[in-house]
T-cell receptor
Framework: DQQVKQNSPSLSVQEGRISILNCDYT??????FLWYKKYPAEGPTFLIS?????DKNEDGRFTVFLNKSAKHLSLHIVPSQPGDSAVYFC???????????FGKGITLSVRP | NAGVTQTPKFQVLKTGQSMTLQCAQD?????MYWYRQDPGMGLRLIYY???????DKGEVPNGYNVSRLNKREFSLRLESAAPSQTSVYFC?????????????FGPGTRLTVT
């Protein structure tokens, strides 16, 4: 049973436009949500996170939105740059100890 | 400041062989984790150590053992490797006692079991 779902395996956008990456979850106990970015042959790197007590968190070009009633979060990247091309993972944790449950990832391609 | 380091980067084993994957972090984090990533899948937690001296099973612990050697080091052992353990293994660390949940990952170990 997949508790964190990233239903679109890939997304392609033009440089300078907005990229919107979606994530759904089923476990209502999840309390904290994170986005990671991963380049080939490297480990994931932390991008941005959001607590369940908030509905939006912004960091530069990256904004994460959380809709708890819909159990949905999204990552917005504005403007998108070719260097943003990577696999993006959504992750969630229900507890203090940070055991993360990851989605399968979405491959973002930003076309010059 | 190297962050999280993992050795080896690549390894090929025959079925039934054993090996230990090493992980070390220099960020003074209390918590450490081992994940595996298979093609088309997200990362799945194998074992974690919330603090020095403690270890707990994650989502897919069968076939693995771990040792939290000290605060810096957390090793993952495959006692009798199987082809199903062919994967990329990532170690991570975090400092949950400050209320922060982000984990910092190493570069991974690519393991093939034939």
């Amino acid at each position: 049973d997949q508790q964190v779902k990233q239903n679109s395996p890939s997304l392609s956008v033009q440089e300078g436009r907005i990229s919107i990456l979606n994530c759904d979850y089923t476990n209502s106990m999840f309390d904290y949500f994170l986005w990671y970015k991963k380049y080939p042959a490297e480990g994931p790197t932390f991008l941005i996170s959001i607590s369940s007590i908030k509905d939006k968190n912004e960091d530069g070009r990256f904004t994460v939105f959380l809709n708890k009633s819909a159990k949905h979060l999204s990552l917005h990247i504005v403007p998108s740059q070719p260097g943003d091309s990577a696999v993006y993972f959504c992750a969630a944790t229900p507890d203090h100890w940070g055991k993360l449950t990851f989605g399968k990832g979405i491959t973002l391609s930003v076309r010059p | 400041n190297a962050g999280v380091t993992q050795t080896p980067k690549f390894q090929v084993l025959k079925t039934g062989q054993s090996m230990t994957l090493q992980c070390a972090q220099d960020m003074n984090h209390n918590s450490m984790y081992w994940y595996r990533q298979d093609p088309g899948m997200g990362l799945r937690l194998i074992y974690y150590s919330a603090s020095e001296g403690t270890t707990d099973k994650g989502e897919v612990p069968n076939g693995y053992n771990v040792s939290r050697l000290n605060k810096r080091e957390f090793s993952l052992r495959l006692e009798s490797a199987a082809p199903s353990q062919t994967s990329v293994y990532f170690c991570a660390s975090s400092e949950v006692f400050t209320g922060r949940h982000e984990q910092y990952f190493g570069p991974g170990t690519r393991l093939t079991v034939t």
